[in-house]
């Protein structure tokens, strides 16, 4: 049972390229998140979805875009990337929709726009 | 919106000796509160949790936290910390302004345990 699995673990960009980052889970949950965590400002809600063929806006949406085709998998993509996105991205799920209050976080995915 | 402060961004402190961490949050209505723990190089995973009933909530590894809703708080608290206990520690929340489905994160607390 891996739980959440976010591929790649460590990206190096370029300004202006593009990148998709891949969230899959085992775990049969509804919901899935995308946060970004940089230091000193915590957790930040970028997109997150509650349910397949759903996404909704987080705190900080700008930049990002979101596709959940697939109730495991939650895709986040960075159409156009900034040195501003350079950041640790942590996707999360959770079976209850924080009535549950458990979110289930993939190990992180490191990613450097220079 | 909901929204978390945590006031200390890092604490020292030596084997056994206490731990309070502080947490308030903004929502004056129904909330549940959280507090998440990440270890060095790992991630984030659940301490504890409070949706209702004893305001006392005990957690994983000794820790405990206690909601006072006079007060917006839900400070974690452990008597006796150990060094493997070095970590950030998140409080969170989620509440109806922001949606139950939605978790609110402070800004983490790192805690660096001296042997």
């Known amino acids: 049972n891996a739980g959440v699995t976010q591929t790649p673990k460590f990206r190096v960009l370029k300004t202006g390229q593009s990148m998709t980052l891949l969230c899959a889970q085992d775990?049969?949950?509804?919901?899935m998140y995308w946060y970004r965590q940089d230091p000193g400002m915590g957790l930040r809600l970028i997109h997150y979805?509650?349910?397949?063929?759903?996404?909704a806006k987080g705190e900080v949406p700008d930049g990002y875009n979101v596709s959940r085709l697939k109730k495991q998998n939650f895709l986040l993509g960075l159409e156009s990337a900034a040195p501003s996105q350079t950041s640790v991205y942590f996707c999360?799920?959770?079976?209850?929709?924080?009535?549950?209050?458990?979110?289930?976080f993939g190990e992180g995915s490191r990613l450097t726009v220079l | 919106a909901q929204s978390v402060s945590q006031h200390n961004h890092h604490v020292i402190l030596s084997e056994a000796a206490s731990l309070e961490l502080g947490c308030n949050y903004s929502?004056?209505?129904?909330?549940?509160l959280f507090w998440y723990v990440q270890y060095p190089g790992q991630h984030l995973q659940l301490l504890l949790k409070?949706?209702?009933?004893?305001?006392l909530v005990k957690g994983i590894k000794g820790f405990e936290a206690e909601f006072i809703k006079s007060k917006f708080s839900f400070n974690l608290r452990k008597p006796s910390v150990q060094w493997s206990d070095t970590a950030e520690y998140f409080c969170?929340?989620?509440?109806?302004?922001?949606?139950?489905?939605?978790?609110?994160f402070g800004t983490g607390t790192k805690l660096q345990v001296i042997p």
């Open positions: 999360a799920s959770d079976g209850e929709g924080g009535f549950a209050g458990e979110l289930f």
């Open positions: 775990m049969n949950h509804e919901y």
């Open positions: 979805s509650v349910g397949e063929g759903t996404t």
């Open positions: 929502y004056g209505g129904t909330v549940n």
């Open positions: 409070y949706f209702s009933g004893d305001p």
């Open positions: 969170a929340v989620n509440a109806p302004p922001g949606g139950y489905q939605k978790v609110t």
